[in-house]
């Protein structure tokens, strides 16, 4: 039997008057693989910073973990705690510029835990082996390209150990064998980690490659017309939208 | 050779229009307003658009079409296209196969004074709303320091206490130095004529510690340190480092305006301390050289003319301005944009309103310390 893991019911959300989406629920299950997908500008970004705490929905309620996270009472400070078991990649990384990698990665450990220097230093080491750039610690994010940018957001990202982790379009910009290796990381992770992963994406390839199930956002109407397992939509699409993105334009 | 279109209409309503010549972008089109005048206002119901004398051509031959192809539409004339180049007919299609999103085209709606006014004032008041949140924000992260709650890494604190006093000194050591070389230079040429350069030092003293050291130095951080903060957090704001902090739950003020606000206002005092010495000494510079005023008189002179209320009121306005530039310099960071050209805005706007409130601040501390007597 499945674990709920985040419960999202009846989201609106808009940029003042302008709605975004809208009746968006959906359910993202322990140690899925969730795809968001939909295309350019139908608002999965958006949901992502409303999923995150940073975007507040107009109406709607988040559960994270059976405790509210939006709506039923849910507070900033109950957000803050919850989403210490989370961590996210940004499209760009988002790593802190003035800091090197160590010390992006070491953020995190040093504000919410009590380990001593050295123990952060073992676990920053450890991160930053787990995807492929052990020696860089004392690297700035602008001496390494873009590929290693997401890779050592992403070892950010793990820093606490997070019972789930938020990818925002983590292929854009990256060639394909780029992309490649970091689905395939992400779901080593998932796997050892036993880490519940949430993407917003637009690439097939990763889409069929690592989703285990997904929701379509559609422009046009605004909200989720399509959901479940990318694969099985792709056999059986519900509706001539989704076969077309699924199919890049040919069905 | 020119693109040249022709306008044969025939007795039984229908027309040709015959394209000859080079269709490149560049080259005039003969007769263009006449024909578009003449589909505009059709005496026929059918034309044929024939394409065989065109020699070369390239987007302007098809831009051409396009619009008469809606002109014909609008006016319901029939029309065909005979003998044109291969490739043309391929790209009308595709220029056509999208119908046009009306639903997204922006018209130019006349706005009325009053709702002209009315949105001004409104701007206003959700703008000065803004600046009170982040004005109340930065005090609570203030607080947060002082109760050892803040999140401030020692060694960003310290970078940029440096940053904002030790890596400044250059720059307001060159100008502070100048503006009092400049001071004494045109106090002098009125002084000669009474005889009484000596009181060049007075003056320079006089002026360089109660106001001007503290403005120059102001106008000297607002342009370097303000705008490099604002530039700093809005490129942050763009590369989702602010989003980064957010979410992972510490206070981007504590973490980002904090260090900044302390340091500039920490260090401005220091500096102004700094550019009265360095104006003093461009005007000795004058004083020595230029009027061959002896050192032990320029010195007793200067001296004399110190008044440590002076320089205290100096070092007022500058912790003020510090605190001015610190936040005016933060606010627009944070609030900035996510795309290049807000960054750019971010920083122009920086300079800008911290120079306006330095302005500002200048005069009420003025009026406030003649009120009281000093």
Redesign the interface.
Known sequence: MAEPFLEIENFTVAYGENVIMHDVSFTVNKEDVFIIMGGSGCGKSTLL?VL???KQPVKGSEKFVDKPFWGNGATKADR??L??K?G?L???G?????MTLAENIA??LE??TTLCASEIKDIVALKLDLVGLGGFQNFYPAEISGGMKKRAGLA?ALALDPEVVFFDEPSAGLDPISSKNLDDLILQIKENMHTTIVMVTHELPSIFAIGTNSIYLDAQSKTIIARGDPKELLRNPPNQILAHFLTRGEK | MQAVVTLDVRQDFSAELNFSGEWLIGNIIKNRDTIIAALEKPDFKRLVFNGKQITRWDSQLTAFLAHLIEVCRKNKIDFALNDFPAGVDSLLNLAFAVPMHQEVTKTARQISFLEELGKIVLDFWEKTKDVCLFLHRVNASFARFFSHKA?VRKK?LL?EIQRAGAEAFGIVSLICFLVGLILAFVGSIQLKLFGAQIYVSSLVAISITRVMGAIMAGVIMAGRTGASYAATLG??QV???V????????SPFDFLVLPRALALSLMMPLLVVYADLMGILGGAFVGLFMLGLSPEDYIRMTMKALLMRNIIIGIVHGAVYGVIIAICGCYQGMNCGRNASAVGAATTSSVVYSIVWMTIATAVLTFIFSVCGV
């Open positions: 910073s995150t705490g940073l803050d705690i989403m210490r989370a996210i940004y499209q760009s988002a790593l802190w510029s003035s953020m995190p504000q919410y950010r | 999140v960003d970078l490129s942050m590369n989702e480092e989003d980064a902090l957010k979410t992972m739950g510490i």
